[in-house]
């Protein structure tokens, strides 16, 4: 079973997060929610079961109970935000952890 989390991160440009702004400014939430979406799939091809994007956003995904730091919360303690999804799983082109309301302004 691969490790979702010890994965290669996907890389998100200053040009692309721009590209995604523009694309989803009438959403709700902008792009924040297809993103997190998107990567959330793609980590998950090897372990289907384990990860799901909903999973994650409502702390239900049995990835939570194979981390110790999640393991003992209730699934409403766990559950990640759209910006926390894309945090865990891309970076920007200096190799840095997505940070919450970077997706917004481009980085």
Not at 10 to 22: A, E, F, K, P
Not at 53 to 81: H, I, K, N, V
Not at 97 to 107: D, S
């Amino acid at each position: 079973m691969a490790d979702p989390i010890n994965h290669n991160p996907v890389t998100i440009g200053t040009d692309q997060m721009s590209r995604l702004n523009q694309l989803f400014a009438d959403e709700p939430g902008g792009g924040e929610p297809t993103l997190a979406q998107q990567l959330t799939s793609e980590v998950a091809v090897d372990d289907p079961e384990l990860i799901t994007y909903q999973g994650l956003r409502d702390g239900t995904a049995p990835l939570f109970s194979q981390l110790p730091q999640f393991a003992d919360l209730a699934p409403e303690d766990r559950g990640l935000s759209n910006a926390q999804i894309i945090s865990l799983f891309a970076v920007d082109e200096q190799g840095e952890p997505i940070q919450e309301g970077t997706f917004a302004g481009g980085v």
